[in-house]
């Protein structure tokens, strides 16, 4: 009985510390007071004894609770709306997980609703998780993540608890004491490096131009497309032909390819297991379609996998270039510089998937987000393209190895749309021992959830217009003093290994997408999902083409005397009309060649398939 009483204690302590304090210090009291249903006044000594028993039961229900008390106050306090009692936090997160932001946008909200940038989250079955939108304490997270905070034990988290079912042991989701993390971290650290990357620039770069022919082809200018869609399939064929020097033709595809749909499918279903209640899983309609869904699409990924992985052992495909080989050949052949071990089969395979999934998802949001800002503000997209034809030139011109750094201002344009729209909206450490963040004490085990979105707006780093597009910022000023107020690829060891390959898909992709078009994007309907990672959707983007007379600064309908008008007859009247136009010219001198290329401008505005003959 006195054990439940506690635990009764201890629970009303918890709810209403104040009042059940008060109440607590009564206890003594209220067990030493004789009752004559149990104290017999005939015998002093047992009522004596009894009394004092009462007593001291009392007193030590009262130190508890003010061990309960002073314990709770050093809490970092409850997200709100406050933890149900039974399914802590994870009610509210599956109400919010098909809204714009998803869950990321409900713990961003929760947290500006916060003293310190702090709050926990209660989830059922696990220990309680901090979310952290403080730059001050991510400093001082990623300064101690050798000794106080890491990656291990990532199951403790429910999205990596997930993850973990079918890469346990990839660079993304492994534990910091896994020996095979190490291992392919000093393998792929090199190739990864930027000057390792510079070989391959010109798959990147072919990848971009595949894009574009595409687009025309399968799109047409003047009708709409989701941007991420091709955004998507450009990044995901980037990744596979130099990870693995295959393409599965997705920007040729008009239906996905199995293996596409395969990780589509476990995206979706990895995000709704880590919102749901384990015991919604198996004894809910729903959540059995969900593991099943999710077994059959892992399973799938890891066949298509596997098989590739065979046919390279095997010979029957190599890579594209053996003075340059490809992920998969390096993870193949390379033995780690300290253990002399190579990689696995297993291992190789969760480090191709996670290559696919991680590697293309980040990076066409990333692209898409860019492109999406740029339109938004179109005097930025005018500098923008206007420095693509200083430092590359016009369409036709690859990008070349020293243009990445000389396009300075369309990385301040992507430094400024990972801020404001992070692909990766949180990463996780977890604390290895106990520790105190500012007044809050830290048990060893607690895991944290760093919310970038959170972390990127704050005005004491960013200033007043935190929350707008202003590339300038960084050009024209100091970057932040805190190194961590920016950490679209986190930081450190177990920093995003792939952070220059993304970085330079994303410059050959919004290259030759303004060297060869107008982009006018209807964005009425547009959110950031959240699978995984933050996708932009709703962006319905209409392609229009240029030419080499064009006028950077002006949007479509204002190039060539085309008037608004003008432009919404052509779209509605005679939007790919097939006609051909065939066009002969000759030249000496090359006025003609400048009509040339006039009228090809003409042309494609018009949807005629223009060919074009030097007599």
């Not at 590359?392 to 990385?411: A, F, R, T």
């Amino acid at each position: 009985m006195l054990a439940c009483l506690i635990d009764f204690l201890k629970l009303q302590v918890r709810e209403d510390r104040s009042e059940n304090f008060r109440l607590s210090l009564q206890m003594g009291k209220v067990f030493s007071s004789p009752s004559s249903k149990d104290y017999d006044d005939s015998n002093g000594s047992s009522g004596v004894l009894l009394g004092c028993n009462r007593w001291c039961c009392g007193c030590w229900v009262g130190v508890l609770c003010l061990f309960r008390r002073n314990e709770e106050e050093n809490q970092i306090p409850w997200a709100e709306p406050s933890p149900n009692p039974i399914f802590g936090h994870m009610l509210t997160m599956k109400k919010h997980a098909d809204k714009p932001g998803g869950v990321f946008a409900f713990i961003k909200e929760a947290l500006k609703n916060t003293e310190d940038n702090l709050a926990r989250l209660k989830i059922p079955g696990r220990e309680p998780m901090v979310l952290c939108g403080n730059a001050d304490i991510l400093l001082e997270i990623m300064k101690n993540q050798k000794d106080s905070f890491g990656k291990n034990p990532l199951e403790v988290t429910p999205v990596f608890g997930v993850l973990r079912e079918f890469v346990p042991n990839g660079l993304f989701t492994a534990n910091d004491d896994d020996p095979y993390w190490s291992i392919a971290h000093r393998i792929l650290s090199k190739p990864f490096s930027a000057g390792s990357v510079k070989n391959f620039l010109p798959i990147i770069n072919e990848q971009g131009n595949l894009m574009v022919s595409q687009l025309i082809k399968n799109v047409g200018y003047g009708n709409g497309f989701e941007l991420s869609t091709w955004t998507t399939k450009m990044a995901f064929e980037s990744i596979a032909v130099c990870g693995f020097s295959k393409s599965f033709e997705s920007l040729e595809r008009s239906e996905p390819h199995e293996f596409v749909e395969a990780m589509e499918g476990t995206l979706r279903t990895t995000r709704k297991k880590a919102n749901t209640p384990p015991s919604l899983l198996k004894l809910t309609n729903d959540g059995r379609k969900v593991m099943s869904m999710f077994t059959s699409s892992v399973d799938k990924m890891n066949s298509i996998v596997a098989r590739v992985i065979e046919d390279r052992i095997s010979g029957l495909s190599k890579t594209l270039d053996p003075e340059n080989p490809d992920f998969l050949d390096i993870m193949l052949n390379e033995r780690d510089t300290v253990t002399k071990r190579k990689l696995t089969k297993d291992v190789i395979r969760q480090e191709l998937i996670t290559f696919l999934v991680a590697g293309h998802d980040s990076t066409s949001s990333a692209i898409a987000n860019v492109l999406h800002f740029l339109f938004l503000h179109p005097d930025k997209g005018a500098k923008v393209y206007e420095e693509i034809l200083k430092v590359v030139g016009p369409q036709g011109n690859d990008v070349e190895w020293q243009h990445l750094v000389k396009m300075k201002y369309l990385s301040a344009c992507m430094n400024e749309s990972l801020r404001l729209r992070p692909p990766a909206p949180g990463f996780v450490r977890i604390a290895q021992e106990d520790v105190t963040l500012l007044k809050y004490k830290v048990k060893k085990g607690t895991p944290f959830l760093v919310n970038l979105g959170r972390v990127h707006e704050d005005e004491k780093f960013w200033g007043a217009d935190a929350l707008q597009y202003r590339p300038e910022r960084w050009i024209d000023e100091p970057r932040p003093s805190n190194p961590c107020s920016f950490l679209p690829f986190a930081t450190g060891e177990r920093g995003c290994i792939g952070k220059q390959f993304s970085l330079i898909e994303q410059k050959v992709a919004v290259v030759k997408l303004l060297q060869h078009f107008y982009l006018r994007i209807q964005d009425s309907d547009f959110k950031m999902h959240d699978q995984l990672f933050l996708k932009p959707v709703g962006l319905e983007t209409f392609i229009y083409p240029r030419t080499q007379n064009d006028v950077p600064s002006k949007r479509p309908d204002e190039v060539n005397g085309t008037s608004s008008a003008n432009l919404k007859f052509v779209l509605e009247g005679n939007v790919n009309h097939g006609n051909s136009m065939h066009v002969v010219y000759g030249s000496n001198g090359g006025s003609t060649q400048k009509n040339r290329k006039r009228i090809c401008g003409t042309s494609h505005r018009l949807w005629f398939q223009s060919h074009f003959f030097e007599s």
